[in-house]
Every structure is written in C-alpha cells, then in structure tokens.
C-alpha cells in the first residue's frame, strides 16, 4: 500500500494569514494505490467545476473562498502526474459530501462511492449544501458500509471489497454522516485518519486558533456538540504517535505540526 496526499484544489481565503493563521487552505484528498487498482479519499475541485464554477460552485462560495480553480490541482491531474491511470480509480471514500470534496466525483464517472449511511441521505434528500449540478452525471453507490468493532470509541466501518485496513469512522459534528478515513499502514507500522472537515487549522487541538477560524467552524457546523467532542477526540489523538492525522484544508498536514509542537 502507498499513500499520496495531494491538494485538489487552493482556497485563497480573503485575509489570509493575518486572519485564518495561514497564508490560504487546500483542499487535501488522499489516493491510495492497491496492488491492481487506487482508491481516492475525496476529490476535491474538479474539471467540471472549474469549467462552470457558478452552476456547480455557486458564487457566494467562490466569493467567500476564493478558489484558484487550476486544472493542475484538480484530482484527475494530479493522478496523472504521477504516471498513474485515471481509470485505475475503482473507489472514492467521501469524508462528506460538500462541494470542494466531491466536485472531482464526475472525472471518475466507473468509480464506486462510498459514505456513510447519514451522508448518502444527506445526497439523494437534497441537502442544503449538495450542489445538485455536481451529482448530475450520476454516481454508483457502493454497498453500505458494515459496521465494524469501534475504533478508540468512535463507531466504524468496513468498506464492501476494500481491505479491512481501510474503515470509517465516525466523526460527527460537521455535517450529517461526517466520518474520518482510517488505514492501518502496516508498513510504516502507523495509522493514518483522514480527519476530513473535523478541524479546519491545526490550532484548533490547542484551542488557540484565530477567531476567525472558530468562527467559520461554527458557521459551517451540522451539530455543535458533536464537533466539539470530535475535536476534543482528535486533541487527544495528537498526543499518540501511533495516528498520523491529517486533515482536509490545512496547508500544513497535522502530522508536521505534531512534530513541530512536540505533540
């Protein structure tokens, strides 16, 4: 198993540093490669959405975010700068199903999706924040996940034909069905967790992030407290070295900052 964390897409939010603790935010998606196949994590800002970033980004987010709307960031590029196959992506784990994580969802049209039960609703109900135009293309749902034995407490599930080393877990609070992407990587003997949207800047496991980010986490929430208890989860979890956290916005992977910080 390998593992690439790649930017699918640059949010340069207005004020910046000054304002957010960092120059801008990324939108961070993992790709894993199985023997015979890959696997993406969220995909980010995709071709489609660059091309017609109104319909499927709608403008107030463009206006409050700023995306750089690069062909070079989108997933599918960045698959192919690693001389990998596009149509070698068998399977997306969505972390949730806001638009800068799945608008790369329609430049891998054979892939099957997977997402917790909550999210998967969240979807076909029409939630406020599913931009109807990036499901348009249609999407394969795989099987619902099965749940599994829980993970430091936290629920979790295994995945239809994907290796149990790759689960769910629930970290709730953020949006309905909001889950973390765990996998075991035996090789460098560690556990990684894609934290998704559970923290947007590193700050926040220390509670000293500029207002402005508590704020926007606050403005984007599904359930206060639930996201309060999900971040108070991953400030422990900075703590082990065993999990390597990282999540979907912050420039800086947290594994970085957790040697940076001695956690």
Do not use: K
């Amino acid at each position: 198993m390998r593992i690439h964390e790649l930017n699918g897409g640059t949010l340069n939010v207005p004020g910046g540093q000054a304002v957010f603790g960092v120059p801008h935010f990324v939108c961070r998606c993992l790709l894993i490669e199985l023997e015979g196949r890959l696997v993406a994590v969220d995909t980010g800002i995709g071709r489609a959405d660059i091309e017609s970033p109104g319909l499927r980004l709608g403008e107030g987010w463009i206006a409050q975010v700023s995306p750089a709307l690069d062909p070079d960031e989108t997933l599918i590029a960045r698959v192919i700068s690693l001389g990998l196959d596009p149509d070698d992506v068998s399977d997306v784990i969505l972390t949730h199903h806001h638009r800068d994580h799945v608008g790369g969802l329609a430049d891998f049209p054979a892939a099957r999706v997977h997402a917790t039960g909550a999210c998967r609703s969240a979807v076909e109900d029409g939630d406020g924040r599913v931009m109807p135009a990036q499901w348009a293309h249609g999407v394969t749902w795989a099987p619902p996940p099965t749940p599994a034995p829980p993970w430091r407490g936290q629920a979790c599930w295994t995945l239809d034909d994907l290796p149990a080393s790759i689960r769910l877990v629930e970290l709730s609070g953020h949006s309905p069905g909001h889950a973390g992407v765990l996998i075991e990587n035996a090789a460098q003997g560690q556990e990684l967790l894609h934290v998704g949207d559970a923290i947007y800047q590193h700050a926040q496991l220390a509670c000293t992030a500029p207002p402005a980010v508590e704020a926007f986490a606050a403005s984007t929430q599904h359930d206060q407290t639930a996201r309060l208890h999900t971040q108070r989860l991953l400030a422990e979890l900075a703590d082990d070295r065993s999990v390597r956290l990282v999540n979907s916005h912050d420039p800086l992977p947290l594994s970085a900052l957790q040697e940076a910080h001695g956690w």
